[in-house]
């Protein structure tokens, strides 16, 4: 059981109320795999510049996480750059600099499993992602996750790519943009009913989640007494959770994923509690399960 996902790796430049961080590791593939290795042996597809820091492959081969597909070119790593105005609002991109993404060709090397490992698309060029699935036809179950950036400006190799997927990990804003519908519900519809994929999971922020299928609406809320200093990564985190706790079920189905979306919620709560990668490489699993198990409890409603 494994899980390969391909994402960005990046150093980010972060503004958030709480202050402000430059030439951060982060990426969304960097935030799924730390995420997702607590559960996984997760395999990295990926690219980074001569300029990525050596200790990070470290720190990431002491967590199991394979490295095989993160390609180290000539030239400088993927860069963004956002500004966290408020904290439940989405970030505004300053900057967003491609650099070795541009010319990236993945590839899934000989040493990663042939195939039945979970495949996430973590937010990256969807004709990347479409490229990556190619290349990996006999998945177990294929996610998915994609922003603003990728939606405005890759329409149409994003909807490709939506039509070949079993889960979708976005958030209300992303949703909002992919279905062009005024209401949520007719929004959630494109996805469930027009696009047919089986389970849309969509990241409210501080109002929780929510598992949308094409009979079906569930709400599990958010672990409310987070400390937020920056929400970098929280959505791929919570993906990396998720996907984890899925890859360790022998079904998928609406209950097995209600379960893994309130431990994605517990691990992704700490994430935002500093900046970039540094509390995911502190956190102990008796930390996430602690809080998993308070959050059952708050999910509860008896009377
Ligand atoms: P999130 O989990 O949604 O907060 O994602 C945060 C990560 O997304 C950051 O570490 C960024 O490096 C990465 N990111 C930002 N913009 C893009 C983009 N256009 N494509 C891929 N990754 C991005």
Partial sequence: MSIIVVGSSAFDDIKTPRG???RIVGGSCIYFSIASSFKSKTNIVSVVGSDFPKRMLTILGKRNIA?????????TTFNWGGTYN???????????????????????PT?????NAILFLANIDPVLQNKVLDLYPKPRIVGLDTMNFWINSKRKELFKILNRIDILTINELELRLIGRKKSIQDCCKVITKDLKIKFLIVKKGSMGSMLVTN???NLVPSYPFCDVVDPTGAGD????????????KKNINKGTILDAMIYA???????????????????????????ENELKKIARIEI
């Fill in 20 to 22: 402000s961080r430059k």
């Fill in 67 to 75: 490295t095989d597909g993160l390609i180290i070119e000539n030239g």
């Fill in 86 to 108: 408020t904290f439940s609002e989405d970030p505004e991109t300053r900057f967003t600099n491609l650099n070795v993404f541009k010319k990236f060709s993945p590839h899934i």
């Fill in 111 to 115: 040493s990663y499993p042939k195939e």
């Fill in 215 to 217: 009979k079906s609406f």
């Fill in 237 to 248: 985190s919570y993906a990396g959770a998720l996907f984890s706790f899925l890859d360790n």
């Fill in 265 to 291: 919620t517990s691990l992704s709560s700490f994430t935002i509690e500093n900046f970039g990668i540094n509390r995911l490489l502190n956190l102990k699993r008796s930390d996430i399960y602690k809080r």
